[in-house]
């Protein structure tokens, strides 16, 4: 049955009825898309506010067709060369399953070219996905403070050292402080403040995944790949 209260977003939908986006995603009809550009103008109101909040001097220009004509930026900041977008889930995710074949294919194409455009102008592309948002806030604020120098906590290497980090150290971190989260690896290297227990960033490393080719490497064994690599949220590690 349809939900008409226009004030819904897909959040709303995915915690009353307790199912996935893609789920929600899979029984929309066109009728129903208000639902979603009203969760990506929420979205994008809330990071814009949140720059803000950050630095209220700084340039935010908004829903612009002039940089990478004639597609749209949702949020430029043209004093740090840095666009950012906010998508919704639902147009977001592997399955599309509302689309007709030609919206689809253009959404597609999308993905692709804002970025290669982006690159052209020597500007910083930074995606944003609702779901993200919703549930890993606090690390996107503060990819973004990074991203705008804005972090006040600022650690240089010489008062830091490498050792390695245990499995459940790095779990735990990696689910605090990675949008992705932990993942398993053989290789887990922590830069910790010397002569302490505080971890502030971490890279982790397998062998070399057959999705990115490796059945194809000459020497797989001696090669690996980075699996994770974060630093401590709020933390600007030199």
């Not at 789920?23 to 994008?44: A, F, V």
């Amino acid at each position: 049955k349809r939900l008409n209260n226009s004030s819904l977003t897909m959040r709303d939908l995915k915690n009353i009825l307790g199912v996935s986006y893609t789920c929600i995603n899979d029984y929309l009809d066109e009728d129903d898309k208000n639902l979603l550009n009203l969760e990506r103008s929420i979205m994008e109101k809330e990071v814009f506010d949140m720059i803000k909040d950050i630095d209220p001097s700084i340039k935010i220009i908004q829903n612009t067709r002039e940089i990478i004509k004639p597609y749209e930026l949702d949020l430029y900041l043209p004093e740090y060369n840095i666009a950012i977008e906010c998508n919704p889930t639902s147009t977001h995710n592997s399955k599309y399953g509302y689309m007709h074949k030609e919206e689809l294919a253009k959404t597609k194409e999308n993905h692709k070219v804002k970025p290669n455009l982006c690159n052209d102008h020597k500007i910083f592309l930074f995606h944003i996905f609702s779901y993200e948002w919703n549930e890993k806030k606090d690390i996107i604020k503060s990819m973004i403070r990074n991203l705008l120098n804005k972090n006040s906590n600022i650690i240089y290497a010489r008062k830091t050292e490498v050792r390695e980090v245990s499995p459940s150290i790095s779990r735990k971190f990696l689910d605090e402080n990675h949008l992705q989260g932990a993942v398993g690896s053989k290789i887990k290297l922590g830069l910790f403040i010397k002569e302490t227990d505080i971890l502030v960033s971490l890279m982790t490393f397998s062998r070399p995944r057959n999705t990115i080719g490796a059945n194809d490497m000459l020497d797989r064994e001696n090669t690996w790949e980075l699996m994770r690599f974060c630093s401590l949220k709020d933390t600007n590690v030199m």
